[in-house]
């Protein structure tokens, strides 16, 4: 990268180290809310003047190469020019460097390719980290004026949205005692790959940072080192890609003719829910449902998409469908219901499946592994499956997968312990490991008290449908948001459940909320070193950044930390009660 020579002394360099992050974030926050609120009241000529201010804010560079370099999953994948940004040094001269852009250096995307779960590759393009952090900024500009206009049932990457407020909106408009039964199941065949460039210009009109976006568009990509033109489509994998895309696919509502009343309830004979490129319409007839088809095929052609053929039907509730991973279907109730069906809203088959197989690859290199690697290696995957679908109606197939993973569990310990007897095995890796529930059939390490979690120990619990079109760039919303993000504790560990309850759910370094997609961990307020002790008193939970930003300014070794956040808190002190308990023991035997 390019050194840039001022005309006037020196420009000032970026010690990463050195940010005030809670300012930062505050800086980004109140313009965002400025362009949003400036939306609303139609002030189109301050919208644009704040569009600008944020582009050229110094905050805004911060907060983009911090999510670009650190938080976002793609921050070790480089672009065409093979680098990554992985020192607090590289970030500051990035932040640096955003400052003296040129149009005419968008480079191309670098073509890579992941597996679908029909067996096929999804192409992704790579843009690089410097035209990352330039997108990231762009956004902040763009997406609250149009958070400001979306639909209300857009739920895909959006924030403060989520496939489970999309479910949560199909559960309201699929009930038994509702008239639209018949559903459009379809989804546009790579929508990504295939947008107009010229439709999307146009739709995004003569906004800040608009050249910036074309050069992005018609960048092009490498694919094998050889180069290959854009003439339509936008890279998925770039940042600003996802919110271009609900950008073009923005007025679905109005286009089949949804109509709402004073109250923002749903009067007419239409409905739809749309997650990114993936939706669903419901209709009182098949006949209509038929025509809506046909007007959206019209209606996407203007914006150079189709429909995928072979994912398109039209379906009774009856016969159920499928939706982001989930069932939703009616079924037959007489005894139990006034209108002789209930909905249930139940995981997949297919997810089902896919989550067996996932289970099945993990067990099969367990080979020869300790259980402690075992346990690390399967408890993030049964947490986080478990936690998507709890929502739903699971509770079943969570026992299910329990008794399979019972069975898995035996053919592990026969595998390590060949020659050892059943009653041998039993007693070395199964007992009442979790404390906080009756389970004398807990599997797991009993020298550390680790275990492995227990899909059946997630409870059913519905999830809460967001409001209508509200959003978090919506000043007048702060507490409503700051409410909705403090539910998702339950997602935590029960240890960082109770830290992140006595923290309202905000980050005490950064002052913003801990569920922003970031990692958390737990930080000692008193060093361990200094006589700190391991209470819930003394500890604190941040995001990983921000505990490397106090380790960083304090100069404390971040592994003073690390053994509670390798391990559950609640798993260490209940080891410390076993050996408590054991030493006890011993000394009543007089050993």
């Known amino acids: 990268m390019q050194a840039t020579r001022l005309a006037n002394g020196t420009e000032k ?5 050195a940010i005030d992050w809670r300012k930062t974030n505050r800086t980004v926050r109140n313009l965002r809310h400025r362009i949003f609120r400036a939306t609303q009241e139609g002030n189109l000529k301050k919208v644009r003047s704040l569009q600008k201010l944020m582009l ?11 999510r670009v370099a650190q938080i976002n999953a793609g921050k070790h994948t480089p672009g065409v020019d093979k680098l990554v940004i992985k020192t607090p ?3 500051g001269r990035m932040v640096d460097a955003l400052a003296h852009y040129t149009l005419w250096k968008a480079k191309p995307a670098r073509r890579v ?3 679908k779960a029909n067996n096929k590759l999804r192409p992704l393009g790579i843009p690089v980290v410097f035209d990352r952090c330039l997108q990231a900024m762009v956004k902040n500009a ?6 400001a206009k979306f639909e209300g049932t857009s739920y895909g990457f959006r924030p403060g949205r989520s496939g489970h407020d999309a479910i949560e909106k199909i559960f309201g408009l699929a009930r038994p005692n509702k008239t639209k039964k018949w559903v459009l199941d379809t989804d546009i065949r790579g929508a990504f790959d295939h947008i107009s460039h010229d439709y999307l210009l146009k739709a995004i009109g003569p906004v800040p940072g608009k050249e910036l976006i074309k050069q992005w568009l018609k960048a092009g ?10 003439e339509e489509g936008t890279p998925q994998g770039g940042v600003v890609s996802p919110l271009l895309a609900n950008i073009a696919l923005h007025g679905m509502e109005e286009a089949i003719g949804v109509k709402y009343d004073y109250r923002g309830q749903i009067v007419g004979k239409r409905a739809v829910v749309r997650y990114s490129d993936d939706f669903v319409c419901f209709c009182e007839t098949r006949e209509d449902a038929e025509r809506v088809q046909g007007i959206l095929i019209e209606w996407l052609k203007e914006r150079g998409l189709t429909l995928s053929e072979e994912k398109t039907r039209i379906v009774h509730l009856v016969e159920g469908f499928d939706f982001l991973g989930f069932n939703i279907r009616h079924y037959p109730a007489p005894k139990t219901s006034r209108t002789g069906w209930k909905l249930l809203i139940k995981p997949s088959k297919k997810s089902i499946q896919e989550m067996r197989t996932k289970l099945k690859i993990l067990w099969e290199k367990s080979n020869g592994r300790n259980v402690q690697t075992v346990l690390g290696q399967f408890n993030p995957v049964i947490r986080g499956w478990a936690n998507y679908f709890r929502t739903a109606v699971a509770k ?6 329990d008794s399979w993973m019972f ?3 035996d053919r592990y310990t026969r595998r390590m312990h060949p020659k050892k007897a059943k009653d041998w095995r039993q007693n070395r890796y199964w007992g009442r490991l979790n404390l906080e529930r009756n389970d004398c059939w807990t599997f797991g390490d009993k020298q550390t008290g680790a275990y492995l979690l227990k899909f059946s120990w997630f409870p059913i619990e519905r999830h809460t449908l967001v409001k209508g079109a509200s959003s978090p760039d919506d000043p007048h919303l702060k507490s409503y948001w700051r409410e909705r993000e403090a539910a998702k504790a339950k997602n935590l560990t029960l240890s960082k459940q109770k830290l992140a309850k006595r923290q309202h759910g905000r980050c005490p370094q950064c002052g913003e909320s801990l569920f922003n997609d970031e990692e958390l961990q737990v930080h000692h307020l008193h060093a361990r070193a200094d006589g700190g002790k391991n209470v819930y008193s003394n500890l604190v939970l941040v995001h990983l950044l921000c505990h490397q930003h106090i380790h960083a300014a304090s100069k404390r070794a971040l592994s003073d930390c690390q053994e509670f956040n390798n391990h559950d808190l609640l798993t260490i002190k209940h080891k410390a009660a076993r050996q408590t308990r054991r030493k006890g023991q011993e000394e009543q035997c007089g050993m």
């Open 396 to 401: 079943e197939i969570f026992s299910s997968l």
């Open 13 to 17: 360099q970026t010690d990463w180290n």
């Open 56 to 66: 050229k804010s110094y905050s805004n560079r911060l907060v983009s190469v911090r």
């Open 89 to 91: 040094a590289a970030r």
């Open 221 to 230: 990509y490498v694919e094998q080192e050889v180069f290959h033109a854009t």
């Open 142 to 147: 763009l997406e609250p004026f149009w958070e």
């Open 113 to 115: 390719y992941i597996p």
């Open 407 to 409: 069975y898995k569990e």
